[in-house]
Each structure stands twice: as C-alpha cells, then as structure tokens.
C-alpha cells in the first residue's frame, strides 16, 4: 500500500488500509469489568479460567491462526464513524498532559534457572533471531475467529503478567478475547515452555472505549502452570514510563503475515522518532517492516532483548510499511500495568 501524505487523507486511508496489529480473541463475553489504577484509566476482563484453553492450541490452530492486522483497523474505522475528523492533531502537549512525568523504571524479575538469553545483536528491519525465553507468541479467538499476536512476561509482583497490544486482547471498542494463551520461546510449533493461560485482561479504558491508538496496549494475568508462576520459568523484563522520547529500541516479535510465516522470532532496530503522519496518537515508529502477527511484540530500549521494555508493536501504514509504530507508555498506561502486575 502507498503510504499516505497529509493528516487528512491518512486518517481516511487508515480505514481501508490495515495497520500491523497482531491478535485477538474470541466472540462474545460479558461486559467489562473496571478497576481503577493511579489515574482511573483502567478496564479489566476476568474471563473464568477455562482448563481446556491450552488443549485447543493445537499445532495446527497455532500455525492457521489468523493475523490480527484487521482489527486495529476495524476499531479505527468505529472510531472515526462517530468522530469523523474531529480529532485532527493540536499540539501532543496539549492532548497528552502526562507527558514529561517522571520517569518510572522497575527492574526485570530472574527466572529460578535462568534460560539462554539471544545475544545482543544489532540489526535493521527483519532480523531472524533465535528464540528468546520470555518473548512469545499470543493466541486468542475474537468473534469466532483464532488471532495470532506477540507478547512479553513483564516484571510484576504476581510475577504472572504478559504484554501485548491493545487490539490483541480487545476489539476497541468492544469484546474482550476468549481462549488467550500466551506460548514463551515458540518456534515452528514447539511450546518449549508449555501453554500459558490468561486468568484476566487488561487494557486502558481509551482502548476498550473508543479505540484510542495511543493507548493500544494490554497486559494480561497468567494462571501457573505445572504449579509454577510463569516469571519464574521464562523470567520477566524490565519496564519503563515516561522515559524519553527518541530513544534507539531493538523490537521483536512473529510476524505471520507474508512475506512472513510466523513461525520464528525476527527483530528491527533503529532510533524512534514521532508519527509525522498522525501525531496526535503520540505514537513513535522505527524502521521495520515486519507485517501482521507482529502486534504487541516489545520495544526495548538498546540494542538487545535485556533491555527495559517500554512499548509494544502497535501500527504500519500499509503491506509495505517502511515502519513500525508504538504507543508512548506513560502514566496513563502505567495504570493499567499496576492493576495487572499487582492482581491475584
């Protein structure tokens, strides 16, 4: 797709032309359920943990899931229905007072035997990398439909939380996923680590509400498995909010969708600068082309995967996106990750 040239005409395209979200679950479910963070931004979903989940991420439906790339899209297209143009930039300082907080920084959690780490590399776009212990794929059913994301085990005090984009654990606005499992380490099918399933999603309410793309990240709980916690097996990044903007980030994540297969972990690099696009979603891209099944895959700052985590894979402008855009973790998101980092 070409990419688009003037705010108005690339709020317009961005209905038709998919952005690079990874994910999502499945049908109906109950309305949301809303907890408040520090600033009363958060929805959660507490679906009943379904002990046959695991058991329905077959090798097959891991490989056929579908890449979630429709359904940013989808949830931008609502969006713009009831806003039309409306919400054409004004300055960022003036949309997103939480801008220049203080930095908060929370350090990574060990795992009771640490695994093989990737070494630190330091490459473009695409990247093949080998599988790194605590980054994964995500796997979820939306609307009957079985979505393939990314995602990351994130330092928590229930050492159980996962990271991942917004749209891959809710349609924004709308359903939470079903059937979300988060599978650490995966290459060609493998589980080395086994099938992670989620006890709770959630997303800031800007998300869940109108679909806001600055704020398109979600976390989600993870119940134990084999009687253990999940940082305790795959360990858990760092995290950061409200760190600098234009920072060098190594991302990583699966994408399914072609030229791709999603069957192993590939990385980009770069020094991220602001959408010149749509800068009124606060967003920051770097060089990547990495397509659908990407979504929700970290950012790191540096240059490998032991960095602090502090944004996820969120939007490309097009099948032929040059880059990859993540939403600015503030304080805003910050509340979302201390309700589910602090969870049962």
């Known amino acids: 797709m070409t990419r688009t040239k003037t705010l108005a005409t690339s709020l317009l395209s961005l209905t038709a032309a998919a952005l690079l979200s990874l994910g999502a679950g499945s049908g109906a479910s109950a309305a949301p359920s809303t907890s408040h963070g520090a600033d009363a931004s958060t929805v959660s979903s507490n679906p009943a943990s379904d002990g046959n989940t695991a058991d329905y991420w077959t090798p097959e439906r891991m490989k056929n899931a579908v890449s979630g790339d429709v359904l940013a899209t989808k949830a931008l297209t609502r969006a713009q229905a ?24 929370i350090e990574g959690q060990q795992a009771a035997s640490p695994a093989t780490q990737s070494p630190a590399v330091d490459r473009k776009a695409n990247g093949g990398e080998a599988p790194v212990p605590h980054i994964g794929k995500v796997f979820f059913t939306l609307g009957g439909v079985n979505y393939v994301c990314s995602g990351n085990s994130i330092t928590s005090a229930n050492r159980s939380t996962v990271s991942t984009a917004g749209h891959c654990l809710n349609e924004g606005p709308g359903a939470f996923a079903s059937n979300f499992t988060f599978v650490p380490a995966y290459q060609n099918g493998v589980a080395p680590y086994g099938k992670w399933t989620a006890k709770a999603l959630y997303t800031t309410s800007q998300w869940s509400s109108s679909g806001a793309m600055q704020y ?58 602001n959408d010149p696009y749509n800068p009124q979603y606060n967003t920051q891209g770097i060089p990547c082309n990495m397509t659908g099944g990407s979504s929700g895959g970290p950012w790191f700052t540096g240059t490998s995967s032991a960095g602090y985590q502090n944004s996820v894979n969120s939007y490309g402008y097009g099948s032929n996106s040059t880059n990859m855009y993540g939403p600015y973790w503030g304080s805003v998101i910050q509340g979302t990750y201390q309700n589910a980092s602090t969870a049962p």
């Open 82 to 105: 009831a806003l039309g143009l409306a919400d054409l930039p004004v300055s960022p300082d003036q949309v997103f007072p939480g801008l220049g907080s203080a930095l908060t920084t």
């Open 216 to 273: 398109d990240t979600g976390f989600a709980v993870m119940n134990p498995l084999n009687g253990q916690k999940l940082a305790d097996v795959v360990g858990a990044s760092g995290v950061q909010f409200n760190a600098a903007r234009g920072l060098a980030y190594k991302s990583f994540g699966y994408p399914a969708a072609a030229p791709f297969t999603g069957e192993s972990l590939m990385s980009c690099s770069g020094t991220a600068a």
